[in-house]
């Protein structure tokens, strides 16, 4: 069974900065466009940020935009989402996943990040 498994979160103060990391047990990981994605309590999980199968092309939902940067490496079948000047409003389990619905791996545990003074 595929594994998809996030890490990297934490507690960090407003403003400060966090480096997230998805490692996939998957070879198929090298052909698909993958995504960040977060979930709140209560809320539907939502994605925040895409990247191609070859790294060439990002997206970014409107609330990561010039501050999240999504990378992959796939050598090491690894994809990586650098996140700064954190806001509270960022608090939530981010998980990682193929961009596409119909190609969904198995879902992680996720990594909790709290933003919080």
């Known amino acids: 069974q595929v594994q998809l498994v996030e890490s990297g979160g934490g507690l960090v103060q407003p403003g400060g900065s966090l480096r997230l990391s998805c490692a996939a047990s998957?070879?198929?990981?090298?052909?698909?466009?993958m995504s960040w994605y977060r979930q709140v309590p209560g809320q539907e999980r939502e994605p925040v940020a895409t990247?191609?199968?070859?790294?060439?092309?990002?997206s970014y939902a409107d609330s990561g935009k010039g501050r999240f940067t999504i990378s992959r490496d796939n050598a090491k079948l690894t994809m990586y989402l650098q996140m700064n000047n954190l806001k509270p409003e960022d608090t939530a389990v981010y998980y990682c996943n193929a961009a596409r619905s119909n190609l969904y791996y198995t879902w992680g545990q996720g990594t909790q990040v709290i933003v919080s003074s």
């Open positions: 990247i191609s199968s070859t790294g060439g092309a990002t």
């Open positions: 998957a070879f198929t990981f090298r052909r698909y466009a």
